[in-house]
């Protein structure tokens, strides 16, 4: 398998369809079931199961998969050095982000950069925080912006704290206060930010720690989602602020008490292997983190 075609594979797996695969490498789609099968022969078993609906790798694929892709991260990591030392400024950035920070801090960073480095691409990738943690380690992606746990696997850069704040309908009585004491939502109507799966785990360690008991209504990992059944009264919630910087009139978000918080960070798999590209991009999001509040205007 050489380096041509190592960027072939990781990308028919990654989009489980060879006609997309094809699209994006700028092939033809028999071409590039040409090349496929070729190679598969000269390897002498197969890489992918063929369906209708597109192609899922067989066992033998998935063992070489992460090796693939780490030998295609070298690849770009080379010529990305290449170029630099040319004084050309070239290359390709996956980024793994959760959603709101996608919506509210990606843009202007990303504006940014692509003003100095307009021949660099950038992909992105919205997932869970476990999905980003998963393809941090098995180089899907060359970092995640991301909220960041102690029991990481990988390297990682703090930003800044993102305060994790009470939302309740508009007429919810504060009783004079400007805070809300997280032990109010003792066995309260809840609306619970979930994760796929889990629950959002920064969300679960504020329940932990504060020893309540959510009476949970519903469950959503989309934060308009939430903000729209707090404001129609189906309940309260707790969520990070930057899921508050949408607008919702009929809401009050207000401070915990005692305050609890998210640390958005940089997680990668390694800096010393990071391409040239990547190590830039980051020097542009820890300069945009320094004003988390240009984000909302």
């Known amino acids: ?8 594979f990781v990308e028919i797996a990654s989009c489980c369809n060879i006609t997309k ?23 002498g078993f197969k890489l992918f199961y063929r369906a209708k609906s597109g192609v899922t790798l067989t066992p033998e694929g ?47 960073i990303l504006k940014a950069f692509e003003s100095d480095y307009p021949q660099i691409k950038i992909d992105l990738k919205e997932g869970t925080l476990q999905e980003i943690h998963d393809w941090i380690l098995d180089h899907t992606v060359d970092l995640g912006l991301t909220s960041i746990q ?19 309908p508009m007429d919810y009585d504060l009783n004079g206060k400007d805070f809300i004491d997280v032990t109010d939502f003792d066995n309260k109507p809840f609306i619970m930010p979930s994760m796929e799966k889990d629950n959002d785990i920064d969300l679960d360690r504020v329940i932990k720690n504060s020893g309540i008991n959510v009476n949970v209504k519903c469950t959503s990992k989309d934060d308009t989602a939430i903000m729209s059944m707090v404001e129609y009264g189906l309940g309260v919630s707790i969520i990070p602020e930057l899921y508050t910087l949408r607008h919702f009139q009929n809401i009050q978000v207000v401070p915990l008490n005692p ?9 990668l798999y390694s800096f010393s292997g990071a391409s040239p590209a990547t190590l830039k991009f980051i020097e542009y999001a820890k300069d945009m983190f320094t004003d988390k509040y240009k984000f909302s205007k």
Do not use: C, W
Not at 259 to 267: A, E, L, S, V
């Open 62 to 108: 998935e063992m070489l998969l992460p090796i693939a892709k780490e030998l295609e991260m070298g690849m770009e990591k080379l010529y990305e050095t290449i170029s630099s030392i040319q004084g050309i400024s070239k290359g390709r950035i996956t980024i793994g982000t959760i959603q709101s920070i996608s919506i509210h801090v990606l843009s202007p």
């Open 259 to 267: 305050p609890y918080k998210r640390n958005i960070g940089i997680g």
């Open 150 to 168: 102690k029991d990481d696997e990988f390297e990682s850069i703090p930003l800044y704290d993102d305060p994790m704040m009470a939302v309740v």
């Open 21 to 43: 695969a094809a699209e994006n490498l700028g092939y033809s789609q028999s071409g590039l079931s040409h090349t496929l099968n070729r190679a598969e022969d000269e390897l």
């Open 1 to 8: 398998m050489d380096s041509a075609f190592t960027k072939v």
